[in-house]
């Protein structure tokens, strides 16, 4: 068995990930503190108008085959009993 995890369409390493998580956490750890980060972000090349976003992230959804929601996945148990009536 290999070391990958499978997202959406591709792969990323389990390493790639990890140093993703780590850089996500100074992230946060450094927002909390109100400190720079060991690492900075890349800023995109222009904003992006709501219409853009929106075209991106139906692109994005239907190429990872992304058309379903789990519901029963997504809520807590709280907000389960929440929406029973």
Do not use: C
Request: glycine content about 8%; aromatic content about 6%; cysteine-free.
């Amino acid at each position: 068995m290999t070391a990958l995890a499978e997202v959406g369409s591709g792969e990323l390493s389990v390493k790639g990930l990890w140093g993703r998580v780590i850089r996500d956490e100074d992230l946060i750890r450094a927002t909390l503190d109100d400190q720079e980060p060991a690492v900075q972000l890349t800023r995109g090349s222009h904003r992006q108008t709501y219409d853009e976003l929106t075209t991106f992230n139906d692109d994005l959804r239907g190429r990872r085959d992304w058309t379903d929601v789990d519901l029963d996945a997504a809520l807590t148990e709280e907000q389960r009993q929440a929406f029973e009536l």
